[in-house]
């Protein structure tokens, strides 16, 4: 128990947060030393108080668990001065000076001492907490940004010419970007790791709704030369099928509860003849309903 007295409560209290992180990055006291400049027996003091640890060991340790540093770097400042004795160099003043010096003389030690540590610390704690708030910000604005561009793209192309008027279509590409594919290139592919479905690239041929409420879509990119079919509103076990002429079908299936509730798209199709496209919607349990593009989409 003499032991526990003479851990100064700052100590204290800055081991047991490392001891936090470590478990919550579930990394082995081995493993510490491996991922780190510090070796196990190193690590193994610094958690259990008998060492006050470096402060660039407490940021790694922070940065392996995904913890901001301000916290502990906090609790290690007060540790700091508690270890090393200036915490109680603070409090002198209100007691007799040591014999062998001159009363004159004790008080300023302390004091240049003190002024010398704070223009250390404030410039490491300053600059990550600005950083953060301009990160913060920048990403707000970023964000409102594209929601104001979203809304504005998508009420523009609600109206004639195939225009896909869901929103949650696709991101919003400049007139040059050029998709992951083109052609036979795309035939199986995913079309929206290919970017064949951002906007400006996108027509929809067909939009439906099965009996069962299952909703599909037969879109095409003239850019890719692909066709796919888009799906929501599938219950457990629905499945939906992409067919054309002379090629393999294409086929998706609501295998989980998440499927149920987001889109899910088919591979895609290399074709010049997107209006020969023939969709199927093959609910669980139930009949099978197909359907066609009303009119033919331009051949390229």
């Avoid at 700052?10 to 491996?34: I, V």
């Avoid at 003389?105 to 001492?113: D, F, G, H, K, R």
């Amino acid at each position: 128990m003499s032991g526990e007295r003479l851990l100064p409560a700052e100590c204290g209290r800055l081991a047991a947060g490392l001891r936090e992180l470590k478990d919550r990055t579930g990394l082995s006291l081995a493993a510490l030393g491996e991922r780190t400049p510090y070796s196990k027996s190193s690590w193994e003091r610094y958690l259990n108080g008998k060492k006050l640890p470096p402060r660039q060991a407490v940021e790694a340790l922070c940065g392996l668990a995904g913890e901001p540093t301000d916290r502990l770097l906090a609790l290690w400042e007060l540790a700091e001065q508690s270890w090393s004795g200036r915490a109680a160099a603070g409090e002198a003043p209100t007691q007799a000076p040591p014999p062998q010096a001159p009363p004159p003389q004790a008080p300023p030690p302390v004091v240049a001492e003190r002024l010398e540590e704070r223009p250390e610390r404030k410039p490491e704690r300053k600059p990550s907490f600005v950083r953060r708030v301009l990160l913060l910000t920048g990403i707000a604005v970023l964000a409102a940004a594209g929601v104001v561009l979203s809304l504005i793209l998508t009420s523009g192309g609600s109206g004639a010419g195939g225009r896909d008027p869901d929103p949650l279509a696709a991101a919003s590409y400049p007139q040059s970007y050029e998709p992951g594919c083109r052609g036979t290139e795309c035939e199986g592919a995913d079309p929206t790791e290919m970017g064949c479905g951002a906007q400006g690239m996108l027509a929809t041929l067909l939009q439906r709704r099965a009996a069962g409420g299952q909703r599909v879509e037969i879109r095409y990119s003239e850019k890719c030369g692909a066709v796919w079919v888009r799906s929501m509103h599938l219950r457990l076990g629905d499945r939906v099928v992409l067919s054309l002429p002379g090629s393999d079908p294409k086929e998706l299936k609501a295998a989980s509860q998440r499927d149920t509730e987001v889109y899910l798209s088919t591979a895609m199709t290399a074709t010049k003849y997107p209006d020969r496209a023939r969709v199927c919607v093959l609910p669980a349990g139930g009949s099978p309903e197909c359907f066609v593009p009303q009119s033919p989409a331009p051949r390229v």
